[in-house]
């Protein structure tokens, strides 16, 4: 499999939405979860709702000091793109969300934000906010607020989040570049390897740098756990390769043998229960 189609399988929000769980794990008991919410009854969904249990409770979390009790997340994957579209579609779910309830009014346009996550600063989206929106940002350490609507909403990107405060989520990236960052992550992931969040986080970290990881100094107890049935299955599949090699020299072996006795490619592939054709292209071997 080439590396594009390789980048095209992997599953980045099912990584993400264990990430984000990661960053409010301390403030879990205060927050629902819900991946891919859907709106109404056609296709269309948010990448993820966070709902705090209590409207009033405020979270310590740099990422959630401007959650409400709805709060809407957009994710692109570090090969996408945060497009000026992109942002009118989410405002445009936003809305609908507001007004799909049972009651008139039952969520308050007050109680909802909007955070979209990338990788980059997308540049021509900022520009389109501030010169045709009029809205201004400000932000640090990759968290920019959006100020000038009724709904907060906020920009983090992740390229620029704290490695420390927001370790998971910064790492959640394809293009780690040292040796170094992978030893750190692992030894960042010894400690949790058995919850599945930092399973699902770690599994597409290692998987979107494999040659880093490959290129570590000692693939250490916690990778190996990790890609254990990767392994396995590349193991298996060395195994029943090399045994169909043999197979197949032991038949040359034997055809070489009955050729020097006189026999016909007909009476070789009837004493070695074969077709014709098969015993044809091994005897290409012996050539």
């Keep these: 499999m080439g590396k594009e189609a390789e980048e095209a399988v992997l599953q980045w929000h099912p990584a993400f939405f264990a990430g984000i769980q990661i960053e409010f794990s301390e403030e879990k008991e205060k927050l629902t979860f819900e991946n891919e919410h859907q709106l109404g009854t056609k296709p269309k969904q948010i990448d993820v709702l966070i709902i705090k249990k209590e409207s009033e409770t405020e979270l310590q979390k740099n990422i959630g000091k401007i959650f409400r ?33 049972e009651q008139a009014n039952e969520i308050k346009s007050e109680e909802i934000t909007i955070t979209f996550v990338c990788k980059r600063k997308p540049e021509k989206l900022i520009k389109h906010l501030q010169e045709e929106r009029g809205f201004r940002l400000e932000g640090k350490e990759g968290i920019y607020i959006i100020y000038g609507d009724f709904f907060p909403m906020q920009l983090l990107v992740t390229l620029e989040l704290s490695k420390t405060e927001n370790f998971w989520l910064r790492y959640l990236t394809d293009d780690l570049k040292t040796v170094e960052e992978a030893n750190k992550i692992l030894g960042k992931y010894e400690g949790h390897k058995k919850d599945n969040l ?9 998987n979107a740098n494999r040659e880093v990881f490959r290129e570590a100094n ?57 077709t014709v054709e098969n015993i044809l292209e091994l005897m290409k071997e012996i050539k």
């Design 218 to 274: 000692k693939m250490c107890e916690a990778l190996l756990d990790l890609m254990k049935e990767e392994l396995k299955d590349e193991l298996d599949e060395r195994e029943r390769a090399g045994r169909i090699a043999g197979e197949q020299n032991v038949k040359i072996h034997l055809i070489r043998t009955k050729l020097s006795k006189g026999k016909n490619v007909e009476a070789i592939a009837e004493d070695l229960e074969d």
């Design 198 to 206: 930092y399973k699902s986080v770690m599994n597409m970290i290692v």
């Design 69 to 101: 009790r709805y709060n809407i997340i957009e994710y692109k994957s570090p090969k996408d793109y945060l497009s000026i579209d992109d942002f009118y579609k989410v405002y445009g779910y936003t809305c609908f969300f507001k007004a799909d309830t």
